[in-house]
């Protein structure tokens, strides 16, 4: 169990129910409701390995298995250039 955040050092954690973004190959799956242990003070998120993975093998059986979600949504994608050189 995290005693400290190893990022700021503070010592006031909490448990957490988050959102998750998991990214992989230009594919990503937004998972809710994950729990994580986080700061107080900076934010920093810590997650068990084990909940990691289950959202890893979740996005595989998603993309390769063609397991259906619960929701769907689209994104729009912009590049900085792109919003940069609008006036």
Known sequence: ????CSFCGNKNLRQ??????????GKMLLVND??????EFCG???FAGEIL???ELDFAEIYHNGKKTTKTIKVPVESFVGIRKKP
């Open 1 to 4: 169990m995290i005693k400290k």
């Open 16 to 25: 957490k129910d988050v959102q998750y973004i998991f990214r992989r190959e």
């Open 34 to 39: 994950v729990p994580c242990i986080e700061c």
């Open 44 to 46: 920093e998120r810590y």
């Open 53 to 55: 993975k289950k959202i």
